[in-house]
């Protein structure tokens, strides 16, 4: 697997990660009883705690990603190559 593969599967498995982290803990502005007022939605976190999620995602997403290297390490699944010549 090369570097420009392992990044781009890194990155796609950060970003689904982060997704699944994100409603975590999240406390809206309805459910703690703060009136947000006019146009204020009432579903926005009160304190979304974004870099401790930041962190939690990345220290997901580095143990999925080494299991899918580990993978495709061994030989279980071989990512096909593409052609060096057109």
């Known amino acids: ?11 796609t498995i950060w970003w689904t990660v982060l997704f699944a982290v994100l409603p975590w803990g999240t406390v809206t502005h309805a459910d703690a009883g703060i009136d947000k007022g006019d146009g204020g939605d009432p579903g926005a976190p009160v304190d979304p705690k974004l870099k401790q999620k930041f962190l939690i995602t990345t220290g997901i997403a580095i143990v999925v ?5 580990l993978i495709v390490w061994t030989g279980i699944v071989k990512l096909p190559r593409l052609p060096s010549e057109y």
């Open 1 to 11: 697997m090369g570097v420009f593969t392992s990044v781009a599967i890194f990155l």
């Open 65 to 69: 990603f080494g299991i899918i290297w």
